[in-house]
Nanobody, 114 residues
Framework: VQLQASGGGLVQAGGSLRLSCAAS????????MGWYRQAPGRQRELVAT???????DYGDFVKGRFTVSRDNAKKTVYLQMNSLEPEDTAVYYC?????????WGQGTQVTVSS
């Protein structure tokens, strides 16, 4: 299983970014897909998870600013991030699970300037 993330970049506070992550290497859909992030000096933390049936879960810090979605046919998960804050600066990693094995994307940098 391979995950290819894209869409990171530099944005001003209050701006928006949309991340995408495409999974490959499996004929079957992935039950769970989502995003974690890791800022320098901090532990990796959950941003959002979405199940194949559309049920979602978010980290407490999201506070309605981010929306996770997926296209099961394309095996792709998205993260729409609005009202970005400098504290959102981090490397964002997409992930999925298969048979209790977690697969990670390569990470995409999101930098929010004040």
């Amino acid at each position: 299983v391979q995950l290819q993330a894209s869409g990171g970049g530099l944005v001003q506070a209050g701006g928006s970014l949309r991340l995408s992550c495409a999974a490959s290497g499996s004929r079957h859909s992935f039950t769970v897909m989502g995003w974690y992030r890791q800022a320098p000096g901090r532990q990796r933390e959950l941003v959002a998870t979405i199940l194949i049936n559309g049920i979602t879960d978010y980290g407490d810090f999201v506070k309605g600013r981010f929306t996770v979605s997926r296209d099961n046919a394309k095996k792709t998960v998205y993260l729409q991030m609005n009202s970005l804050e400098p504290e959102d600066t981090a490397v964002y990693y997409c992930y999925t699970k298969r048979s209790d094995i977690v697969y990670w994307g390569q990470g995409t940098q999101v930098t929010v300037s004040s």
